[in-house]
Antibody, heavy 119, light 111 residues
Framework: QLVESGGGVVQPGGSLRLSCVASGFTFSSFGMHWVRQAPGKGLEWVAFIDYGGNDKYFADSVKGRLTIARDSSKNTVSLQMSSLRVDDTAVYYC???????????????WGRGTLVTVS | QSGLTQPPSVSGAPGQRVTLSCTGSISNIGSGYGVHWYQQLPGTAPKLLIYNNNNRPSGVPDRFSGSKSGSSASLAITGLQAEDEADYYCQTYDTSLSGSVFGTGTKVTVL
């Protein structure tokens, strides 16, 4: 399973760090994504980190403001968010890539999400 | 043009068949990457429903099926049931964005 934490209320321009703890699979073998959903809106892919932590990709809407990292010793992936804007308000989901030591770019396990409110 | 387009809503009576469309472009669906579908029940996280165009994960009923042609894809639900009332999203990889892209989502209502 995946369990996110770290959400909360932050002022525009502020920073926040989200974490996702994984269990039940070999964390070090799979890439991890963050996907967000603004209130009442659709899904938006945000970021991806590969199984080794070397390759990272970001949506244009967050590039330069968000960083992603992983700690395989703690089975954790994190999302450091800075220069937050009102339109970053969303539920942020952690999601597991299906590719075992490769990139598949789709998700077979999701967390319950953590709400970030920028106001 | 980035992004995948889906109809906002689709409805059907119990037992009927409904089809959800997902229209992309040459940089995503048309580039050869697989299309995946997710079901999101109210208040819950999305769940993988169909992967790589037409494959069902274990546990997904065979009432759900997917297809892809050119730069478009579709999800069919046969024998519609009340429990199928949810939001459905298509998703794939976009070569021009170097990242994943979701469809706009379709809300399925069971009449």
């Amino acid at each position: 399973q995946l369990v996110e934490s770290g959400g909360g209320v932050v002022q525009p321009g502020g920073s926040l760090r989200l974490s996702c703890v994984a269990s039940g699979f070999t964390f070090s073998s799979f890439g991890m994504h963050w996907v967000r959903q603004a209130p009442g809106k659709g899904l938006e892919w945000v970021a991806f980190i590969d199984y080794g932590g070397n390759d990272k990709y970001f949506a244009d809407s967050v590039k330069g403001r968000l960083t992603i990292a992983r700690d395989s010793s703690k089975n954790t992936v994190s999302l450091q968010m800075s220069s937050l804007r009102v339109d970053d308000t969303a539920v942020y989901y952690c999601a597991k890539d299906t590719g075992n030591y490769k990139f598949s770019w789709y998700f077979d396990l999701w967390g319950r999400g953590t709400l970030v409110t920028v106001s | 043009q980035s992004g995948l387009t889906q109809p906002p809503s689709v409805s059907g009576a119990p037992g009927q068949r409904v089809t959800l469309s997902c229209t992309g472009s040459i940089s995503n669906i048309g580039s050869g990457y697989g299309v995946h579908w997710y079901q999101q029940l109210p208040g819950t996280a999305p769940k993988l429903l169909i992967y790589n165009n037409n494959n069902r994960p274990s546990g997904v009923p065979d009432r759900f099926s997917g297809s892809k042609s050119g730069s478009s894809a579709s999800l069919a639900i046969t024998g519609l049931q009340a429990e199928d009332e949810a939001d459905y999203y298509c998703q794939t990889y976009d070569t021009s964005l170097s990242g994943s892209v979701f469809g706009t989502g379709t809300k399925v209502t069971v009449l």
